[in-house]
């Protein structure tokens, strides 16, 4: 008997399809195809990615589920800010959040709400550590050249937070900056880290380091936004409760 193409075996069918099609080691990384996706990248870099991509199906099913995630979390955004400053901030933020759409109209454009998600995270921001840039910050070193570097940030209560920070010029193809952190914390707390130039105070990124008192991250220049072997940076930490 022939298979009847309800929606449900459609949908069923695509996921499958996208299971069994993933990007092999020559192709771009995650990172790079959700800045392609999201037209992020250089021009030449797009090029190549571009060409990449018309030739092998996997990269354009990547392409294909991060753009539909785009148009969903847009969708959600315009029609429904609460529950998309919920998922972007995690539970602790709801009722923060609830309090300031009720008394701000729903009707916002997608800018403004990209806005707002920052007012509102930075109105639960319980402790920011001080500004640490480590030595040679911004400057091209490979692993020989420096070693691992460590601060103490101290907190009320005999709270605190150890920080330690590695990085290089190349790693895996791209710069990283390697952070390991160890936190004593009261409360459950979700951390994040602020890379800003120490020159003009810009906040460059902030990188969600999540709610784990000790671990460790590598992050890549793709991710980070620059590259930390050529621009200046310095750190904080930021404790959201």
């Not at 069918?13 to 790079?32: M, Y």
């Not at 959700?34 to 018309?54: D, N, P, Q, R, W």
């Not at 605190?160 to 914390?185: F, R, V």
């Not at 991250?217 to 621009?231: D, Q």
Request: charged share 25%; hydrophobic share 40%; net charge negative.
């Amino acid at each position: 008997m022939k298979e009847k193409h309800t929606f449900t075996n459609i949908l069923e069918s695509a996921r499958r399809t996208f299971r069994d099609a993933r990007p092999g080691a020559g192709c771009p990384d995650l990172n790079i195809l959700t800045e392609y996706s999201s037209g992020e990248l250089a021009a030449e870099k797009m090029e190549i990615v571009f060409s990449h991509i018309t030739e092998c199906e996997a990269c354009q099913m990547v392409v294909m589920r991060l753009e539909a995630d785009q148009y969903f979390w847009n969708e959600v955004l315009e029609h429904d800010p609460e529950t998309a400053l919920s998922q972007a901030l995690g539970r602790p933020g709801k009722k923060k959040i609830t309090a300031m759409i009720r008394r701000t109209a729903k009707n916002r454009a997608t800018k403004e709400i990209s806005s707002f998600i920052s007012q509102i995270k930075e109105s639960m921001v319980s402790w920011a550590s001080p500004l640490w840039q480590p030595m040679y910050a911004g400057e091209a070193v490979t692993a020989a050249d420096v070693e691992e570097q460590s601060t103490s940030f101290e907190m009320d209560y005999g709270e605190y937070i150890n920080l330690s920070c590695h990085w290089q010029e190349e790693k895996e193809g791209q710069p990283c900056i390697d952070l390991t952190w160890q936190a004593n914390l009261m409360q459950p707390s979700r951390l994040w880290a602020r890379f800003i130039d120490p020159e003009s105070s810009k906040v460059l990124v902030e990188i969600d380091l999540g709610t784990e008192l000790e671990g460790k991250k590598r992050i890549v220049s793709s991710e980070l936004g620059f590259n930390p072997s050529t621009r200046k940076w310095a750190i904080a930490i930021i404790v959201i409760e």
